[in-house]
């Protein structure tokens, strides 16, 4: 797996990625199939992923498990039940279980700093807590090089840990989130020293054999450096030329497994959940609330990956919002499961594609369980958004600036540029690309000297072949910054057409 494909594997992977269409029908055969198979089949086509299973988990019962496409596309094996994929940082979510489990024990505290627990650590580190550790809010430095995504040290796992040692702090603690593999580290070791056991075993006993899960605890942590039988093949595009290719094998020291290196299927991470939610894993449901509570940063907020993931707690990432909240672990850029407690559902989405991004379509699966959470109805709209969303439904996005005018003299209607923008790529993605013009059109019309305005009205222009206009808002957009590689890059590429 580690190794460059040849032209001829080359020329296959990209055959039968094109021959998709086919291929996701294969696995799910014995699957009746329903809108939740053609929605999914759709989004593997747009996204080019080879493989993905499903699970859904609904009032603590499995109601729907699939699986679709190729778990090895040089060889043209399907994906089963039994595949298991590579879940990178959705590792963190096991590791966070185990913390709390200790914390019940009577074994460790959130709260405590980190030199309680362990020795022979840089004196700058001492006051960080376990909590901020495992929130991502320690400040301190990466072991990871976040570039190459290799340890910081050529010479391996212990250079690499002695350097880090001598790296200053990043941040002050609970300042900022940092998604930082350090913290994790660490926690590893807290859980080797707290339990009397190494974290993989802890974990194993504690959690993988109380759940059931077999294909888990018989893959083990190691899915980045070894071949893990019956699993899924790691796919990217994200080496260039537009190729698909074989993800390079990482080399990922054991000391950084609390982590990423994990291995599951679909239906054993689903009984994960229930086993966790039933309380067979944790025994308190304060301890449940606490691993889903995202770390609240000094200046009030929670921050976390992006709009959607924006909050970070025990492990978990969270998506705070005022419907339908949800934690949220994912990994690897191709494997997420969505919980969402206040609805009692479930849905866990693994792919073997770096860049399939399950995590931008888990809600519209829920969707179809909970109508109100599809997107063309609205779900996930800011509330301002959503104001202008209804009025727009009605009277025709071609009259967006007029409508937003009249809603100005009779509500309290703050518009957010970034808002706006994000839900003009939402759109997009609805593929509503004429609704979409119109929302950055207004977007442009209320942040005129905005660059990036411009910028999202320029590419959706491009996008429905108005070259014209494409080029006439990117020159706009080096007019705001003449310093914009993106803008000249693309103006360059328009002149060609």
């Known amino acids: 797996m580690s190794r460059s494909i040849g032209y001829n594997t080359a020329?296959?992977?990209?055959?039968?990625?094109?021959?998709?269409?086919?291929?996701v029908g294969l696995t799910s055969s014995l699957v009746q199939a329903d809108e939740i198979d053609d929605f999914l089949r759709a989004e593997m086509l747009e996204r080019k992923i080879p493989g993905l299973q499903l699970a859904v988990v609904k009032n603590g019962k499995i109601i729907k498990t699939a699986s679709y496409g190729l778990a090895n596309i040089q060889d043209a094996v399907a994906v089963d039940d039994d595949t298991v994929f590579s879940i990178n940082s959705i590792t963190k979510a096991f590791t966070g279980v185990a913390v709390m489990q200790l914390v019940e024990q009577g074994k460790l505290e959130l709260s405590a700093k980190i030199s309680k627990y362990l020795a022979d650590l840089p004196v700058e580190w001492h006051n960080v807590t376990v909590k901020q550790l495992l929130t991502h809010t320690s400040g301190l430095p990466d072991i990871m090089n976040g570039d190459t995504g290799k340890?910081?040290?050529?010479?391996?796992?212990?250079?690499?840990?002695?350097l880090v040692k001598q790296r200053p702090l990043d941040?002050?603690?609970?300042?900022?989130?940092s998604y930082n593999q350090t913290n994790y580290l660490l926690i590893g070791k807290i859980i080797d020293s707290v339990s009397g056991q190494n974290f993989i075993d802890y974990i194993t006993q504690n959690q993988l054999r109380k759940a059931g899960m077999k294909r888990t605890e018989e893959a083990g942590f190691s899915n980045l450096h070894d071949v893990i039988a019956h699993s899924?093949?790691?796919y990217t595009y994200y080496y260039g030329a537009g190729e698909i290719a074989n993800v390079k094998a990482i080399d990922f020291p054991e000391f950084l497994r609390t982590a990423a290196g994990m291995s599951s299927s679909a239906k054993e991470i689903a009984t994960w959940v229930i086993a966790l939610q039933n309380g067979e894993l944790l025994s308190k449901p304060s301890s449940i609330e606490t691993l889903w509570t995202p770390a609240v940063l000094t200046n009030g907020k929670t921050k976390g990956f992006n709009n959607l993931l924006n909050g970070y707690a025990l492990g978990w990432p969270v998506v705070a919002r005022h419907e339908h909240p949800a934690v949220a672990p994912s990994g690897g850029n191709r494997a997420a499961f969505f919980v969402y407690p206040e609805d009692d559902l479930s849905i866990v989405v693994l792919t073997?594609?770096?860049g399939g991004l399950p995590s931008l379509f888990i809600d519209e699966i829920a969707g179809f369980y909970i109508p109100q959470m599809k997107a063309e109805n609205g779900f996930g709209l800011p509330p301002a958004i959503k104001t202008l969303w209804k009025s727009l439904?009605?009277?025709?996005?071609e009259q967006a600036v007029q409508v937003v005018k009249e809603l100005q003299k009779t509500h309290q209607l703050k518009l957010e540029e970034d808002e706006l923008n994000t839900w003009g790529y939402k759109l997009i993605e609805q593929k509503k690309k004429k609704q979409a013009l119109a929302i950055f059109k207004l977007n442009t019309y209320l942040f005129p000297l905005s660059a990036n305005t411009h910028d999202s009205l320029a590419e959706t222009y491009w996008l429905l072949g108005d070259t014209d206009k494409a080029v006439e808002h990117y020159k706009k957009v080096l007019g705001l910054k003449p310093d914009n590689k993106y803008a000249k890059k693309?103006?360059?590429?328009?002149?060609k057409t």
């Open 11 to 23: 020329k296959f992977m990209k055959a039968s990625v094109l021959s998709l269409s086919l291929l």
């Open 151 to 162: 340890l910081i040290s050529n010479e391996g796992a212990k250079a690499s840990w002695e």
């Open 171 to 177: 941040f002050a603690a609970n300042s900022q989130f």
């Open 232 to 234: 899924a093949r790691r």
């Open 352 to 354: 073997n594609l770096m």
């Open 393 to 397: 439904e009605s009277k025709g996005y």
């Open 490 to 495: 693309q103006l360059k590429k328009l002149k």
